[in-house]
């Protein structure tokens, strides 16, 4: 509690430095618009006085407007302003809607605005949902698990190194500039190209693994279990783990995806679970034409992962599956997996890059170097998912194995 409140303080301090007393208010009014809210604890209420103030800096003219107010001197004024404000939305609502689910009452002010101007996470987050922040934040035993100093060290280091990495890979790489040039891009090898869209969702995953990964650091030190950074890029080849910032990911999950898909085995609510949430993370980024078509073929593809599942659990081919070896069973899914892993690369260099150099690649992909680039490339990942497929199989059997020692114990 005492960390916190020190926290909270230097997060308001951090706000007066950085962009002034008006920016002060905006949050604060922000705050107290969405506290008010929550006393009527009414969740629809929540949502729309929620969305509503996501809007209001979204869509003009009152981002502008707002935004006006804070008319700044140096480069990172828009990323701190938007980010302070808009995760701070995202905070409110969260505790709006935790109370609302409060038997009695419901949370004070001060337990918001600890929760909302704790520094570590205050302008590029993660965002922890507020019943896990206030559990944890309330845990009066603070004991350190074994080694657990040790593991915090040694992550420090590693993001040290990784910030060494990322630097060089911005100044001395060019991963980030080239698709700008689409007459030299198209220049490239079938294979150049393609490595180039992969690195940029190595490098945009590498950026978000060190951002995160300091500030959870930070939070480590001061008991508290954040959001782990991004799964690896190389390591996704399901839509359901395509998220590069967990935090969020929790967010929409806990009160929009889950909550509307429950199970998530019913097409039709899994159809509403999945657009409600692309809406929302539209609303988030921001509407425009890359943001609407990067949601619309990201929901496609989560959907048809589900279509795909139900249709190979009819009759027919599930006893086909149920003959087969558990080793072809996984080397056909991987076949499928290799496909989703570069449908997953496709569609998510339309935000990193452009949709002009998103359609350029797939062209070369998969008409222009159809057979011998699209079937090579297809193999060599299908490979990989094969690896981590096996690597997923021997962790579960660890973890079955210490949940049955656990139990005999």
């Known amino acids: 509690q005492h960390r916190a409140v020190m926290y909270m303080i230097y997060g308001v301090l951090a706000v007066l430095a950085s962009m002034g007393l008006v920016y002060l208010m905006i949050i604060l009014s922000h705050c107290l618009l969405l506290y008010s809210v929550a006393l009527a604890k009414q969740k629809w209420l929540c949502y729309v006085a929620g969305l509503c103030c996501l809007a209001s800096f979204k869509v003009e003219p009152f981002g502008s407007w707002q935004s006006g107010f804070v008319t700044g001197a140096f480069d990172l004024q828009d990323v701190l302003f938007y980010g302070g404000c808009t995760f701070t939305i995202v905070r ?26 704790y520094l570590p996470f205050f302008f590029f987050g993660p965002v922890m949902t507020f019943d896990q922040f206030h559990a944890q934040v309330s845990t009066r035993e603070l004991r350190r698990k074994d080694d657990e100093m040790k593991n915090i060290r040694v992550s420090a280091l590693l993001h040290v190194g990784a910030i060494v990495a990322v630097d060089v890979f911005f100044h001395f790489f060019y991963i980030l500039t080239l698709p700008s040039d689409l007459k030299f891009v198209n220049r490239l090898s079938d294979w150049s190209l393609a490595g180039l869209a992969y690195s940029n969702l190595v490098y945009d995953w590498v950026k978000a693994a060190v951002m995160f990964g300091v500030i959870n650091t930070i939070a480590r030190l001061d008991h508290l279990d954040p959001p782990q950074p991004p799964k690896c890029i190389t390591m996704l080849y399901i839509f359901a783990e395509t998220h590069f910032d967990r935090g969020i990911n929790d967010w929409l999950c806990k009160y ?47 959907n048809f992962e589900l279509w795909v599942q139900k249709f190979f659990q009819l009759g027919p081919f599930a006893k086909l599956e149920a003959k087969l070896s558990g080793a072809m069973s996984r080397r056909i899914r991987a076949a499928f997996g290799a496909v989703n892993f570069w449908a997953i690369v496709l569609y998510n260099i339309l935000a990193l890059n452009s949709l002009e150099f998103a359609l350029l690649v797939t062209k070369r992909l998969l008409v222009m170097g159809f057979p011998v680039s699209t079937l090579s490339i297809w193999f060599i990942t299908y490979c990989g ?21 656990a139990k005999v114990e």
């Open 92 to 117: 409110c609502m969260s505790f709006a809607l935790e109370s609302s689910e409060k038997e009695e009452g419901i949370y004070s002010i001060f337990d918001l605005l600890k929760y909302n101007f």
């Open 385 to 405: 998912v094969q690896l981590i497929k096996e690597r997923e199989r021997i962790l579960a059997i660890e973890e079955e194995e210490k949940g049955d020692k």
């Open 256 to 302: 929009v995806y889950d909550h509307l898909g429950e199970n998530h085995d019913s097409i039709l609510k899994e159809l509403v679970a999945s657009i409600s949430t692309f809406a929302i993370t539209t609303l988030w980024l921001g509407p425009c034409q890359v943001v609407y078509i990067w949601s619309l073929v990201n929901c496609f593809g989560l």
